[in-house]
Each structure stands twice: as C-alpha cells, then as structure tokens.
C-alpha cells in the first residue's frame, strides 16, 4: 500500500451536559476527521479515521483550553504534513508502528522546543493527534484490499513482520502475530455507561439548569431507558469522604435496579494507594453487596507512571487495578505490571496499532483487558467498539458519546440504530459491513 494524499479538518462538537476529567471541565470537543487516499498497481481506495480531541483529559495543564486546543490541532497539521513526505509504504501496522517509534517523539520535541515548564505537549496527546491517521491507514488497507480492518493482522498480511520484531522479549512472540490474541468478535457488546462527578443521581441535586431535549438526565432514568447492567463510576480522588458516600449511593441505586457491574475511577488524582484501599475496606464492610459488584478500579493514580512509580499491590490485591491513561504502549504496559496493575484499558484513541500491542503483550503475560471511551461520537465509535469485540475484554466496553453529545451522531444512527443508542444493556454491531472497519457508507457524513 502505497500513500497518495492526507486530508484533515475538524469537526466542532458541543456537549449537553459537562464532563469532568480530573480537574478539569469538558463542555466542547473538536473532532479530527482524517481521509487517507492509497493505491496498490493502479487500484485506489480512501480510508477514514476520526479522534476526539479532548483537551482535558490529554493535556491537563493551567493553560488556557482555547489555547491547548489550537496546538492540538497545530500538531494534527504537522503530522499530516509528515506523514505524507515521511510514512512509506507497506502494511499500517508496520508503516505506523515505525512512525511512532521513529518520528513521533521527535515531533514532539520540536513542537515543545523551547516552551517552558507546564507549556510541553505531553505524549499522549500526542499519540491522540496520531490516532485518527492511524485509523485511517487500517480503513484504506482493508477496503484496498478487501478484508476487514481486525482481520488483516494475521501472517498472511504481515508476512515476515512477526510480533518479535515489534515486542520484547523477541523470543517470546517469535512466530507469533496479533491474530492470535484476538478472538472471533462478539457483535452484541455489554455497555458501560459513565457516572460522571457531576452528573445528578437522584432529584435533590437537580438544579434546574439541566437540558430538556427528551435524553434521561437522572440515572435511573439512563439505567432504566437503555436496560443498563454496567456502571462506570467517576470520583475525585482527592476527597475521601466525597468519594465514599458517591460511591455508596451509586451503589446503592444499582442495587435497587438491578445493575451487576460496577467500577470505579478516581481520575488519576490519587497518589497514596492507602486512599483506595480505605474506601475499598469500609465499603465491603458496610456494604458488601456493592463491594462484590465492583469489577474492578480504574487509574487512580497519576498519568506519568515513569515519574511516579507507585507500588500498587495493596490495591491490586482486592479488586482488579487497570491502568488507562498510563498504558501510553506496550513498555508502559510492563512496568505497570512490575508495579503491580494486573490490567489494561486499551483506547483507539493512542492508535489502534499501539493498542494492538499493548493487547497483545497484556494476554500473553496475563493481563485482563477491558475498552474504554474516549466520549467517542461520529465515525469515532466504529473502531472503539470493534477492538471491544476482538480483545476479549472482561465485560463489553464502555461508551458515553450518546449521553453527552448524542446529537453529533444523529445522521449515523439512521444507518447503526444498534451502534449509536444503547438497548437492553448492549451495543449491536451487526450493521457494520464491509471492508475496513465496516462504516458502511457513513464515511461521507
């Protein structure tokens, strides 16, 4: 596969209610929206890829939003320049393996060069511009070729690229390729629904601010609409007493309607893992119920594993600890599980090829898996749920775009009802068809 051209542009989306990362508050989110023309001897195909580009919970920083956001989008221009002069030609996984390794970090050098402390663009924001090109490459190759973008990870695409030469220790995946930790896609995904820090959970913290445009607003009413059985629980990490009683009262509610699985994540604010473990503690002493419900803990601890090698045993040892935000690729993947993690929330959004590996060396050491949302709307969604259905995770995936800004993927629900709202509990991913990631025809929406 051969590149011919890169386009790119944004598409502004806003949300009906705020979501809140950390401490930081999302209320707009501009999309990038990539169209990769290739060729192979003559024949020519456009594969597409579109990332949110969610300044809070890439980049937290005290700089303005406005402003981190234009450099994201900046970054985003650079790469397609790059890309086009730079990516050669061949299979994405190894085309985009190669980028990543070779000039991403160079690229954020030069865009940081000289800006002062709190001002650098971190990694993974810049793995989030990467992602939509990324994407794009799989969706061009399969519909160049005529196979679906997860299936082309097999030795009778990547030839002599085992996973030895991509992962360590080599002699471990000698032989082996991504196809064969992979699994054959469940197309009907359990969904998480995500609790967030500011969402009202029952009519006394109502305000009279919140938006009447026939979507639930209460979380009964989202658990009782879409046959909810999966919670993701936001908290703050940094107020105890706050995070129990939430924790509690959410607990609470599910057990009243009939939720079984729960988790909770506290915004990788947490930097003692004493904090968890109390809560942990005092939950399953007073209410064991809903300790027995919660699946597993999300990313407490701070994003920058590398600076802040916390042993998390202590944590590990009651629940299943899942590392998100620091699972940046397969190397944080390792020392996250020398720490103690016992396993990882991929994300399309770090590329589709960095998660591909993080899966693959996660399950051949043992890992559980889970998939994670990035609040994806539009075309975003497509290959979110799909690395869902072909990991293997430990309970369906999570995603939250149809609460808070369902209208962005309107037109795209006319073509996957199923993919798009949330029914009995699932997400239905039968609609998808075709090469590629299987957009059917909502590529040019």
Not at 299 to 304: G, K, R
Request: overall charge negative; proline content about 4%.
């Amino acid at each position: 596969m051969k590149l011919v051209s890169i386009s790119l542009s944004f598409v502004p989306v806003v949300t009906r209610v705020p979501l809140k990362f950390g401490d930081q508050i999302l209320k707009e989110v501009s999309v990038a929206r990539v169209g990769i023309e290739v060729e192979d001897e003559g024949k020519i195909a456009t594969g597409w890829g579109e990332t949110p580009l969610s300044v809070a919970w890439v980049w937290p920083s005290s700089l303005g939003y406005a402003e981190r956001e234009e450099r994201l989008k900046g970054f985003c221009e650079k790469l397609r320049g790059d890309l086009e002069e730079n990516l050669g030609e061949g299979h994405p996984f190894v085309s985009g393996h190669r980028y990543i390794e070779d000039r991403l970090h160079d690229r954020l050098g030069e865009e940081n060069a000289g800006r002062g402390e709190g001002e650098e663009m971190p990694h993974l924001a810049g793995l989030v511009c990467l992602s939509a090109f990324d994407l794009a490459l799989y969706d061009a190759f399969g519909k160049l070729h005529g196979v679906k973008a997860f299936e082309c990870l097999s030795k009778e695409w990547l030839g002599e690229n085992d996973l030895g030469d991509f992962l360590e220790p080599a002699e471990k995946f000698a032989g082996k390729y991504p196809s064969d930790y992979l699994v054959e896609p469940e197309m009907r995904q359990p969904v998480w629904h995500l609790v967030g820090g500011l969402d009202p959970i029952d009519e006394s913290e109502l305000t009279g601010e919140e938006p009447d445009d026939g979507y639930p607003v209460l979380l009964r009413d989202w658990i009782r609409r879409d046959g909810l059985d999966c919670l993701k629980i936001k908290l703050r990490g940094n107020d105890l007493e706050w995070d129990y009683e939430r924790l509690v009262a959410i607990g609470k509610i599910s057990l009243e309607e009939g939720v079984r699985h729960l988790t909770t994540d506290f915004n990788c604010m947490v930097t003692d893992p004493e904090y968890v473990n109390e809560i942990l503690d005092r939950v399953k002493a007073d209410h064991g119920e809903i300790y027995e419900r919660i699946d597993y803990v999300e990313q407490p601890f701070p994003y920058d594993l590398e600076a802040n090698q916390i042993k998390v045993h202590s944590v590990s040892e009651r629940k299943a600890l899942f590392m998100d935000e620091s699972a940046h690729d397969w190397r944080f993947v390792r020392l996250g599980l020398e720490l103690g993690w016992t396993g990882v929330a991929l994300k399309t959004c770090k590329t589709m090829t960095g998660a591909i590996l993080s899966l693959c060396w996660a399950k051949e050491h043992g890992m559980d898996l889970m998939v994670q949302d990035l609040t994806n709307p539009r075309l975003a969604q497509v290959p979110h749920v799909l690395l869902a259905a072909y990991a293997g995770t430990i309970c369906g995936v999570e995603s939250n775009g149809m609460q808070f800004y369902p209208e962005a993927s309107r037109e795209f629900l006319k073509v996957h009802p199923g993919l798009y709202q949330r029914r009995n509990g699932v997400l239905d991913l039968g609609t998808l068809s075709g090469s590629g990631f299987g957009y059917a025809g909502v590529e040019t929406l």
